[in-house]
């Protein structure tokens, strides 16, 4: 059981960086383009492993039950 709460655990972390990354992206829209785009893209990335976890969470319930 520790591997799950590991995984819901790192979830969660990345979940957290993806909000404070579209933030930071929304507040430097207008001011610096480029750090905008760099913290969209970044954000884009996270969002890419947190659907990944998610893929594998959805794999390990259904085996699990």
Do not use: G, P
Not at 18 to 38: F, G, I, P, T, W
Request: aromatic share 10%; proline share 0%; net charge positive.
């Amino acid at each position: 059981m520790t591997r799950i709460n590991q995984l819901h655990r790192y979830k969660n972390h990345l979940e957290e960086r993806y909000r404070k990354l579209v933030e930071r992206a929304n507040d430097y829209k207008y001011v610096d383009e480029c750090k905008s785009d760099r913290s969209a893209f970044k954000a884009m990335k996270v969002l890419e492993k947190i659907n990944r976890l998610k893929y594998l969470d959805k794999d390990i319930s259904n085996s699990i039950a």
